[in-house]
């Protein structure tokens, strides 16, 4: 038979599933022998139960109340006797701590002559008055939904009336008649009394907790961390214990190392005579923990000796609450404490140094998002006022710069050394180069997958984005935020890591994460900065244990050099997209435009020494190590002008009276001939290079002629040519035979023997489940995951990702974007099809991938899972898949630790 109800002394750490977080940990702490006042948890399993049916499990209440009698026996005090009654708490506590699902409800079993019972003597009227007034008003807003506001409403007047300053300064009478209009709130606002019956107020409690899994705050913060919705949560009723019994008693909280830095030492806040949340509320002003020592000395040594305890046992920064009732010290919760990624590598260090963890364990402890926000510089928190407006916080770091509204604009300021801040309703790949320009993009509009989002953490840029308070006014070239409005050359500060943005210049403090990284990352000087020997120690491990190599996608040689320095070792994927852009377009639009072969020819010639110079620089900067060129990717006719502008041009012209631009003439017929309706699904990729002749042969000649001149440079180039969106093995087999021919003609022509491998992406389902006979023309598979990720789910990413994603991730289809991290059991399966198939047909066959998502801490695991061999991201993204491959090179290995 199932069961729902378990006492603390039969949990324990390791049934968090069930017990939820905090049962789990009340359990254990009762196992460790700490003082926790009893009680008993009812578990996830019967709150899943009541969200699938509407209803409490048969027999829920049987089980409750069998569990009550026992807290009533050995407690030697009743629910609800009229004589000192025994009181409860009502706490929820899922899984994963989550805030969002209702308030833990205190004080529960009081009632009018229960009141009177736990008052007993004049001297405790005060407190047992304060304890019902905290039950009616927190029971009438988490249980019978009464806002708020109106039982504040009542206490700050009454407050004003006596003119003090908070409810610890009134008295038994005051409280008596508080309560009183409580109560005529609550039967005014839900037509219901409050309930007397202390059963029913347990009850009640207990289905309010589970129905709260479902609360709006609760659904929203699952959905931003990821936790899954079926879940539920745990419910712990305890026996109260009383912080608010006088000034010998007291609540708190306390840390066992400093969560923001990760120093060592006890850390708290201490509030005398108060109860439950009152020391975080903010109502009263909590003093820090030194004063328990000076008021309690012996409670203050017992709670010191606790920590240790619940540290060493733990083995890791707990974060615990604690009441002092008269002298008597009650542990209330604790739970390995959330830390700023600072304190997380901090923490792991020092634990390693103390001989608690291996150098692995604390490998495991730190992650590459906290890595990814080390490395940017931040605000100086003190230096910031109000923000302007809040979005999404999509592309962490602080940036400063002066507003500017179009891309153009933001390249010509920048051009003139200025730093901007580019701010747009979205972003759409017309807006590019003023990105790249600028330090930090904001937009209006979109989410943590918008355009904006993506392209600026590719490029390491500050983002913030959706922050529906701007109205952005393009052609105006200013925005309002509220009644501020902001012109262009206006300066801002975008906070990307907290999702700010500021009116003028916040102070800005450097990060010594990214110095280190740019100084090439090797051993850190003597009196480096305590955090650089942090991460320096975990990047050796992470190098040193994991399978997955790093590379990197760069396609200048800057990003090459940096890409370097960070740690890759290779190009993953050098696009050559910009190699036909810029005034490099004239060719382009002459070889679309050639009348005959000999014309095209004339203009891939042109290309021909351009390109060649970009490849031999590239490689120079990756010398040594692998360089995969992607053939061009993208549809012709994105380098060509607008059609909407060239018939404008073509329109004015005839409408004058003028013969228009013959050229215009003819790009508009080109620009329309080549039109498509899904770019996405056209004339891309390895269908290009078939139907465009002298396309490929062009670009493996200059990649050929840079290794050439690169080996007699005395270099080491290791280029390797990729095909994009091959779907059959015949059109790999075609472009393969035709980039052999130009590689045997450049080495018969230099007298330099040029072997570049030949291999493919695979971006299309079809690709991934033909992979077998793919790869027996392919020396390399590289998995491009968001041409797969359109292609699998059939999404056009810059179609889905504004329109329809926030409800797709608000209705739970996804949990997270698949285009951030990797969908495992569609796209994933593909990939896992294709390396099986793939290295069956030929083996050794390399994989990799160079999607985005080889740069994503939630996705390089799988890769590593899936056995590829390497992951390629951004430059940025090099440490943070580095860190990630260690982290997953570990996982499964069973921690033999320390200790
Ligand atoms: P949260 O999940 O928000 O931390 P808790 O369940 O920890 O909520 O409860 C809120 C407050 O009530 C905490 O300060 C806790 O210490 C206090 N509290 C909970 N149970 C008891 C109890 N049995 N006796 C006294 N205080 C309690
Ligand atoms: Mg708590
Ligand atoms: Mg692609």
């Known amino acids: 038979m199932v069961r729902y109800v378990y006492d603390f002394a039969e949990g324990g750490r390791d049934r968090a599933d069930l017990l939820g977080g905090k049962g789990a940990n009340l359990a254990e702490m009762v196992r460790m022998g700490l003082p926790v006042p009893p009680g008993f948890t009812i578990t996830t399993e019967a709150c899943r139960v009541f969200l699938e049916t509407g209803a409490p499990p048969p027999g829920l209440d049987g089980e409750i109340a069998a569990h009550l009698a026992r807290l009533e026996q050995a407690a030697g005090r009743r629910l609800g006797q009229v004589d000192d009654p025994l009181l409860l708490s009502v706490r929820s506590g899922a899984r994963y701590s989550m805030p969002g699902m209702m308030e833990t409800i205190l004080d529960i079993g009081l009632n009018e002559y229960a009141v009177l019972g736990l008052a007993k003597s004049p001297a405790r009227e005060r407190f047992a008055w304060d304890s019902y007034r905290r039950l009616v008003q927190m029971f009438g807003t988490t249980v019978m939904g009464v806002d708020e506001a109106l039982f504040e409403d009542v206490l700050r007047s009454v407050e004003h009336q006596h003119h003090v300053v908070d409810e610890a300064h009134l008295d038994a009478c005051d409280l008596i008649r508080i309560v009183e209009t409580f109560k005529d709130v609550v039967k005014e606002q839900t037509g219901e009394d409050f309930p007397e019956d202390p059963h029913e107020q347990l009850r009640r409690a207990v289905l309010a907790v589970f129905g709260s899994w479902n609360a709006e705050r609760a659904r929203v913060y699952r959905r931003r961390e990821h936790i899954p919705d079926g879940l539920g949560t745990a419910v712990t009723v305890q026996t109260m214990v009383f912080g608010n019994r006088g000034e010998d008693s007291g609540s708190g909280v306390a840390f066992t190392r400093d969560p923001s830095t990760g120093a060592p030492g006890v850390y708290g806040d201490y509030l005398p005579n108060a109860q439950g949340e009152d020391v975080v509320s903010g109502t009263r002003d909590a003093v820090p923990l030194e004063e328990l020592r000076r008021r309690d000395p012996a409670s203050y040594d017992e709670l010191c000796g606790h920590l240790r305890r619940l540290e060493e046992h733990y083995r890791d920064l707990c974060d615990i609450e604690f009441t002092v009732e008269r002298g008597t010290l009650w542990m209330l919760q604790t739970r ?19 001989g608690v963890i291996s150098v692995d364990e604390a490998l495991r402890r730190v992650d590459g998002e906290g890595l990814a926000r080390l490395m940017f510089p931040r605000f100086d928190a003190a230096g910031a006022g109000e923000p302007l407006a809040r979005g999404v916080a999509a592309s962490p770091g602080a940036a400063v710069g002066v507003a500017v509204f179009d891309s153009a604009e933001a390249v010509r300021r920048a051009a003139a050394g200025e730093h901007v801040v580019l701010v747009r309703p979205e972003t759409t790949p017309d807006d590019l180069p003023g990105m790249v320009a600028a330090q930090a993009v904001l937009t209006s509009r979109g989410g943590k997958t918008s355009h904006a989002a993506v392209v600026a953490r590719g490029m390491g840029k500050v983002c913030v984005c959706g922050a529906d308070a701007l109205a952005v006014d393009v052609r105006g070239r200013r925005f309002s935020a509220g009644d501020v409005t902001v012109e262009e050359g206006t300066v801002l500060s975008v906070d990307g890591s907290d999702g700010l943005v500021y009116e003028g210049a916040v102070p800005l403090v450097d990060s010594v994460v990214m110095r280190y990284f740019e100084d090439g990352g090797g051993p850190p000087a003597e009196d480096a900065e305590q955090v650089v020997r942090d991460v320096h120690r975990l990047m050796e491990r992470a190098d040193a244990v994991r399978r997955l190599e790093v590379r990197a996608n760069a396609d200048t040689p800057e990003d090459a050099a940096r890409a370097r320095r960070f740690g890759a070792r290779g190009i993953g994927l050098c696009r050559t997209e910009h190699m036909f852009l810029g005034e490099r377009r004239a060719y382009v639009e002459a070889m679309i435009l050639a009348a005959d072969d000999a014309g095209r020819d004339a203009a891939l010639a042109e290309l021909l020494p351009l390109q060649r110079r970009d490849f031999a620089a590239i490689l120079e900067a990756m010398d040594g190590l692998p360089v ?103 059109e790999l087999h075609l472009v393969r035979e035709e980039v052999e021919r130009v590689l045997a003609e450049v080495s018969r022509a230099s007298g330099v023997a040029v072997e570049c491998p030949v291999g493919t992406m695979i971006e299309l389902p079809r690709a991934a489940l033909t992979a077998g006979r793919i790869a027996r023309d392919a020396d390399f598979f590289s998995f491009g995951t968001n041409d797969l990720t359109q292609t699998t789910w059939g999404f056009s990413r810059d179609d889905v990702e504004a329109a329809f994603f926030p409800a797709y991730l608000d209705k739970g289809v996804f949990d997270a974007s698949p285009f951030e991290t990797l969908d495992r059991e569609g796209v994933g399966r593909l990939v896992e099809l294709a390396v099986a198939e793939g290295r069956a047909a030929r083996p050794g066959l390399e994989t990799g991938v160079c999607g985005e998502h080889g740069g994503d801490p939630g996705s390089v695991g799988f890769f590593h899972d899936a056995g590829l061999d ?19 090179a570990l996982r499964g290995v069973s921690g033999s630790d320390a200790r």
């Open 336 to 354: 390995i404490g959330k830390r700023t990624a600072q304190a997380a590598f901090a923490i792991a260090g020092q634990l390693v140094d103390e």
């Open 628 to 730: 995969t060129v992607r053939l061009l990717d993208p549809p012709l006719h994105e380098f060509l002008p607008d059609r909407t502008e060239l018939a404008v041009r073509v329109a004015r012209a005839e409408a004058s009276g003028r013969e228009p631009d013959p050229r215009d003439t003819a790009l508009l017929a080109a620009v329309t001939r080549m039109r498509e309706e899904n770019p996405m699904l056209g004339l891309r990729g390895v269908r290009i290079g078939l139907v465009v002749p002298g396309l490929v042969a062009t670009q493996v000649r200059a990649l050929a002629e840079a290794v050439v001149e690169r080996v007699r440079a005395g270099g080491a180039p290791r280029a390797q040519v990729m095909v994009p969106l091959v779907g059959s093995v015949t």
């Open 870 to 888: 390497y992951v390629s991201c951004s430059p940025f993204r090099v440490p943070v898949a580095r860190l990630e491959a260690g982290r997953a």
